[in-house]
């Protein structure tokens, strides 16, 4: 392998524990000799990552997936926002028509 290859691995391998990081509480030194055991590195640590990412994600898309099967449950939510809001909003414009004399 090249310097430059080696260079340009060594920054995504960085790249990818400052990943495991952000999404993990453990903290980075312990997280990266346990995902980059010695030869492993790049492959260990890219397989680290895209596990961290899918537990991470996991629970957000089982969630939508529960939300969206349910069309007629985020329509009465956004019916319900929308309602309570206009009469803020109205209010707001209307001052400030009133105050750019608009009105």
């Known amino acids: 392998m090249t310097a ?3 260079k340009q ?3 995504t391998t960085t790249s990818f524990v400052s990943s ?3 999404l993990s509480p453990s903290p980075r030194r312990s997280e990266s000799r ?3 055991p010695r030869g492993q590195g790049y492959s260990a ?4 990552v895209a596990d961290l990412v899918v537990s991470t994600l996991d629970p957000i898309r089982w969630r939508y ?3 969206s099967a349910d ?3 985020l329509e009465r ?3 319900e926002g929308a309602d309570r809001v206009h009469p803020i909003a109205r209010a707001t414009l209307d001052r400030v028509k009133r105050l750019m004399g608009l009105v």
Do not use: D, E, H, N
């Open 65 to 67: 997936l529960a939300l």
């Open 9 to 11: 691995r060594r920054a």
């Open 77 to 79: 939510i956004l019916r």
């Open 45 to 48: 640590v890219k397989r680290a």
């Open 20 to 22: 495991i990081s952000t």
């Open 4 to 6: 430059g290859r080696q």
């Open 34 to 36: 346990r995902c980059a």
């Open 71 to 73: 069309a007629g449950y």
